[in-house]
């Protein structure tokens, strides 16, 4: 008969995942500092020691541990009053704390558990238990940056497009207002292409759609590789793309236009079995905020729009501009209701789309 197996041995390495964990330890007793140091290190973590609470803060912030080791009872600034802190600052306040004080009263064990505090031991403390303590934080903090890595990504797929990597329309509809209202607020030009790309059926009925994604993913680098910081260009749905230019005026608005529309038909779709040459249709207009007063956001990509549909119907592949239409006071008071609402309401559809912009146009 087997004889039988006492519990494993504890693991003598400090692991968050599979790399060495950062740990902040934050104590008035230099000794103390010394012997955490010590024995962390000696099991893998990066250990960062701080003798006064008033540091703490701002080394933590600076450092991002993966754990802090937290004295309470420090003459300048106290163990509370750092985690206070802490907590407070988005940045930090994910950090898990662990107590450590001479105290043992119940009281004091509560407050800090009530202040965020993940654990509590007391001076003097076993070694074992401490690192046995350290290592059940650092699963917390493991599955913490997990689940943020895991929501990040879920943000991501729920704001851009997954082919061409650029925002979708969802981004660009709740952006698009906040645009337009930063323009009327600076008395700044904002400009917007939307464009489309010509006989796109074609190429999927012809080619297959592994060819047409491939047009799509090559013109998502073209903007990106082009656009300003402060500009939005997003794939707005299919084939037409969007791109939104904050500060251009219309003829630099025209300019990226003709820039944008000699780039693709130039660029050469490297596909198996073949390779593809592409046209697009580009419909531009300028709002201006001193000639065209408080107009509703819809007015701008609508004329972007009638400008696209005009350049497909008069022989595509063309830059056409469609200027913003000076209404009448009466429709321009129905008009600015509806701006109201818009900013009330950021998910509101929108019929067009927005671009970005060339050489002269102001620097982001």
């Known amino acids: 008969m ?15 995942g599979t790399r060495a964990p950062r740990i902040v330890v934050v104590d008035d007793e230099p000794s103390i500092l010394e012997m955490m140091r010590l024995r962390l290190e000696s099991m893998g973590a990066t250990v960062i020691t701080v003798l006064r609470g008033a540091d703490a803060v701002p080394v933590v912030r600076a450092q991002s541990p993966d754990i802090l080791l937290l004295d309470i009872m420090m003459p300048d600034m ?40 993940h654990d509590y031991v007391t001076k003097p403390f076993n070694t074992i238990e401490l690192v046995a303590r350290i290592r059940a934080a650092l699963r917390v903090k493991a599955l913490q940056d997990e689940l943020t890595e895991k929501n990040k990504m879920l943000e991501q797929l729920a704001t851009s497009d997954p082919l061409t990597g650029l925002p979708n329309r969802r981004t660009f509809d709740e952006q698009v207002y906040t645009e337009m209202e930063r ?4 008395s700044q030009p904002l400009s917007c292409l939307i464009f489309d790309i010509d006989d796109f059926k074609d190429i999927n009925d012809v080619h297959g759609h592994q060819a047409g994604d491939e047009v799509l993913r090559q013109i998502g680098r073209v903007l990106l590789g082009r656009k ?10 299919g084939e037409e793309f969007v791109w939104l230019l904050p500060g251009a005026n219309q003829q630099a608005a025209i300019e990226l236009g ?4 000699r ?10 079995p073949v390779s593809l040459r592409v046209t697009v249709s580009i419909g531009v207009s300028t709002y201006e905020p001193e000639a065209h007063g408080d107009v509703p956001t819809t007015a701008l990509l609508q004329h972007a729009d009638e400008a696209l549909l005009e350049a497909k119907r008069t022989g595509k592949a063309r830059v056409v501009f469609r ?30 789309a927005p671009l970005a912009g060339p ?6």
């Open 258 to 261: 003709d820039w944008l529309l």
């Open 183 to 186: 323009a009327r607020r600076n």
């Open 78 to 117: 106290d163990g509370f009053a750092v985690i206070r802190a802490l907590k407070e600052d988005e940045v930090t306040r994910q950090i898990p704390v662990i107590f450590m004080t001479a105290r043992d009263e119940v009281d004091s064990r509560v407050l800090g558990l009530d202040l965020g505090a």
């Open 263 to 272: 780039t693709i038909s130039e660029m050469e779709v490297v596909t198996t």
């Open 323 to 352: 200027e913003l239409s000076v209404l009448p006071e009466p429709m321009l008071e129905e008009l600015g209701q509806t701006a109201e609402a818009e900013a009330d309401d950021p998910f509101a559809q929108s019929p067009g």
């Open 2 to 16: 087997p004889a039988a197996r006492g519990p494993a041995a504890p693991s003598t390495e400090l692991l968050i």
């Open 359 to 364: 050489a002269n146009l102001p620097d982001s």
């Open 228 to 237: 300003r910081r402060t500009d939005l260009a997003a794939r707005y749905g």
